[in-house]
């Protein structure tokens, strides 16, 4: 009876350490395959760079968070390029922020409504520059305006920090650039990695970008 038990775990160990190896190498196998995902690769690069990956999204509330507050904590993680559709953007404050970030050498698109953007520039004057005066002339930073009828509204408040293949940190939400907005206003604002709404909003965002009715302001 002893050897019959004895002949039993010895098949039992056998049987174990066989499905073991057998996981063992599964195992190896997906880790080599996500290894090789160029998404994958992409993303280590980011980590590398200092990016956190947000998933899933980073939700915050205004009044009760300063929603200003989290967007220059992401902007500043800004590496190579910046893409912005942003309604409304007074705050002088995240104007310096992308003047900084410009002079490291990231380019800035920043694409505004029509009416927003005139509605500013009107108000603007030598002792209080619009947001767009602050930016006037700084290299690496790229303006243009939707054109077309004023009421067809460019109504987004996005940004996307170093999106390319598949990867980065996209920024959706209510809140415009103004004090108000950031500030007092019920507002939100989330940040995201997912690839399908970063790869979304870049082929959106391009799009509005090369439209041939736009003007072009630097």
């Known amino acids: 009876m002893f050897g ?9 160990a056998l049987l174990a350490g066989a499905a073991l190896f057998v996981v063992l ?6 880790a080599q395959a996500f290894r090789n995902d160029p998404v994958f690769q992409q993303r280590g690069r980011l980590v590398e760079q200092g990016h956190q990956l947000l998933r899933p999204p980073m939700m915050h509330f205004a009044p009760d968070d300063n929603l200003e507050r989290f967007d220059i904590e992401q902007l500043r993680k800004t590496r190579a390029h910046l893409d912005i559709s942003m309604y409304a953007f007074t705050d002088r404050e ?56 004023a009421k067809d509204l460019m109504h987004q408040k996005d940004y996307c920090i170093d999106c390319a293949d598949h990867a ?4 959706e939400g209510s809140a415009n650039w103004s004090i108000g ?30 439209r041939l009715s736009n003007r072009i302001v630097q």
């Open 168 to 171: 980065g940190i996209l920024r």
């Open 181 to 210: 907005a950031e500030r007092f206003q019920d507002n939100a604002l989330w940040f995201t990695s997912e690839p399908k709404e970063l790869d979304a909003f870049e082929r959106k965002f391009d799009e509005m970008w090369n």
């Open 25 to 30: 190498l599964f195992h190896d196998a997906i």
């Open 94 to 149: 995240l104007a310096q922020v992308l003047k900084e970030l410009a002079a490291q050498g990231p380019v800035i698109r920043i694409y505004r409504d029509q009416e927003q953007f005139e509605s500013e520039q009107a108000h603007s004057h030598r002792g209080h520059p619009s947001s767009t005066d602050l930016l006037r002339g700084v290299a690496n930073v790229h303006i243009r305006v939707k054109g077309g009828l």
């Open 4 to 12: 019959i038990l004895r002949g039993s775990l010895k098949s039992f």
